[in-house]
């Protein structure tokens, strides 16, 4: 967006953009300069890196530029919109994540109190918890759950956070 901001034509700023940007999009954009100098169309040359890409974003950018060369218009414009569509989608994207695993975060860390609670109800079944604390092993088994889900709650506790900045 910065070359065809600059003046620079289509293929002059994909050059550009193939020589200044690391792996692995540097050399899909260096292909598709290869692809075109060989007499492929630009259009197919993007359709095939879409292809090899598989990324939906870069079929966003492929289906943009192939419209904007069929109808014209400013280019630059274009790829402003493109661009905003795409930072706001990848905020949208992580907020959902980041909710998901909040509400992960809280049903898991209620199942462990439900059941505990489901066990002390006598009503229903009485003795439900009785052989963890008769039997020997069920030390044991319990110190290994409260572990595990002590473990489980920090991992995701510590990815939450991760993700959320």
């Known amino acids: 967006m910065r070359a065809v901001r600059a003046g620079l034509p289509v293929m002059a700023s994909m050059e550009a953009a193939g020589q200044e940007t ?8 260096r292909r598709i300069i290869a692809d075109t100098r060989i007499g492929i169309t630009l259009e197919e040359a993007l359709h095939r890196a879409a292809a090899r890409v598989m990324v939906v974003e870069f079929n966003f950018f492929v289906v943009t530029l192939t ?3 069929e109808s014209g218009g400013n280019l630059t414009e274009t790829l402003a919109t493109l661009s905003s569509v795409l930072r706001r989608r990848s905020e949208l ?6 909710a998901d695993s909040r509400g992960a975060l809280v049903r898991d860390g ?4 439900c059941t505990i609670y489901r066990g002390r109800d006598r009503r229903h079944q009485p003795g439900y918890f009785k052989p963890m604390f008769s039997d020997p092993r069920g030390g044991y088994i319990l110190g290994a759950a409260i572990l595990n889900l002590s473990l489980a709650m920090l991992t995701m506790r510590t990815m939450l956070r991760r993700t959320m900045g």
């Open 22 to 29: 690391p792996d692995p999009v540097g050399p899909e954009f």
């Open 67 to 69: 419209l904007q060369r």
């Open 93 to 98: 994207r992580a907020q959902d994540t980041s």
């Open 110 to 113: 209620a199942w462990p109190r």
